[in-house]
């Protein structure tokens, strides 16, 4: 008797193990979900977020961007210097060609602006009119094909040190639900820009990451299978 108890109960085990190793919740990676960001046009509440910088190799670090990618439960939130350290290469904000990756599914953000990036003067703000998120390559059907609603953006620009170059920051939230449709079960977020930006693909900080569940129950199946193990000899020997 005491050794069909034992096989029920290592059944069981492994029954919960096959459960939650094909259908693992998800696990928020370790950061706020408030990053006291406020989108004004204004940058300061930057300054202390990680940043990319994001360049081509053929460039010779000559024309490199920066770019900061944050993210939430409920929002993407994204900070572009097109020209951070004041080279005045003058390339300017690229509203098109941006990626957002989950696994094998991709869809594309284009950037509207409000009045288009060359009315833009120095000194000036111009908001963002619209975010569309489009999708041709989404196997596991992931993302919205939609004008994102609820998105709030600025870019601004100044003069580069040479005096006639243009310097364009940009800062951007966006809703996850506005191209995602279920935010909650997101592994991971890739975004990168590889036709206009740089050959750079970030992972989103603070974007949901997965498998943790799995490593745990397999942790523990290891230990049913050795103290199984241990069982079944001492019974032999009994």
């Known amino acids: 008797m005491r050794f069909k108890k034992i096989l029920t109960l290592f059944v069981l085990a492994v029954s919960l193990f096959t459960v939650t190793s094909l259908y693992p919740s998800p696990v928020k990676a370790d950061t706020a979900n408030n990053y006291n960001i406020t989108i004004d046009g204004n940058f300061e509440d930057w300054a202390d977020k990680p940043k990319t910088d994001i360049f081509f190799d053929y460039n010779n670090g000559n024309v490199t961007k920066q770019g900061s990618f944050l993210s939430d439960d409920k929002y993407l939130y994204i900070y572009i210097d097109m020209d951070p350290y004041n080279k005045g290469h003058n390339y300017r904000f690229q509203g098109s060609g941006w ?10 953000l284009t950037f509207s602006v409000d ?3 060359w009315s833009l003067q120095p000194g000036s703000k111009a908001a963002i009119s619209s975010v569309w998120s489009w999708s041709n390559n989404d196997p596991d059907k992931l993302f919205i094909n939609q004008q994102i609603p609820g998105v709030t953006g600025y870019v601004t620009t100044e003069k580069s040190s040479n005096g006639w170059a243009y310097r364009d920051r940009a800062e951007i939230k966006i809703p996850l639900s506005g191209f995602l449709k279920n935010s909650d079960m997101v592994q991971s977020l890739i975004i990168y820009d590889t036709d206009n930006m ?5 992972t989103v900080t603070g974007a949901s990451t997965g498998g943790n569940l799995i490593v745990l129950s397999g942790f523990i199946m290891a230990i049913l299978l050795v103290l199984f193990g241990k069982f079944l000899k001492n019974r032999k020997r009994g």
């Open 198 to 202: 740089g050959q750079q693909k970030v």
């Open 115 to 117: 009045g288009g990036i």
């Open 99 to 108: 990626n957002v990756q989950v696994g094998n599914n991709i869809t594309s």
